[in-house]
């Protein structure tokens, strides 16, 4: 039996088939999205794009007042600065 490989669609959060049409859909909606490199004929390249999936899948799962929240520490850490905020200045 062949294990169908999946694609999590986030308009449903649903897990569709890569090679269906709605799969297809989200492929090409994704911003910044690679096409799936063939198994057979580039392994590591698979490999690489298959592990990109699945951590862009656990991403999509967190709630979003987590990934707010993620957002926001990258935020300050880009933005990191010596100023005090108001409530603590004296």
Same mark, same amino acid.
């Given at each position: 039996?062949?294990?169908?490989?999946?694609?999590?669609?986030? =308009?449903?959060?649903? +897990?569709? &088939? %890569?090679?269906?049409?709605?799969?297809?859909?989200?492929?090409?909606? #994704?911003?910044?999205?690679? !096409? +799936?490199?063939?198994?057979? $004929?580039?392994?590591?390249?698979?490999? =690489?794009?298959? =592990? &990109? !999936?699945?951590?862009?899948?656990? #991403?999509?799962? %967190?709630?979003?007042?987590?990934? #707010? +929240? #993620?957002?926001?520490?990258?935020?300050?850490?880009? &933005?990191?600065?010596?100023?005090?905020? $108001?409530?603590?200045?004296?």
């Amino acid at each position: 039996m062949v294990k169908k490989k999946k694609i999590l669609n986030p =308009e449903t959060g649903r +897990m569709v &088939n %890569l090679t269906g049409k709605i799969g297809q859909k989200v492929l090409s909606q #994704r911003a910044g999205g690679v !096409e +799936m490199p063939d198994e057979k $004929k580039d392994p590591e390249g698979y490999k =690489e794009w298959l =592990e &990109n !999936e699945k951590k862009k899948e656990a #991403r999509a799962k %967190l709630p979003l007042a987590m990934r #707010r +929240m #993620r957002q926001q520490k990258q935020a300050q850490r880009k &933005n990191k600065t010596n100023k005090i905020p $108001k409530k603590q200045r004296k």
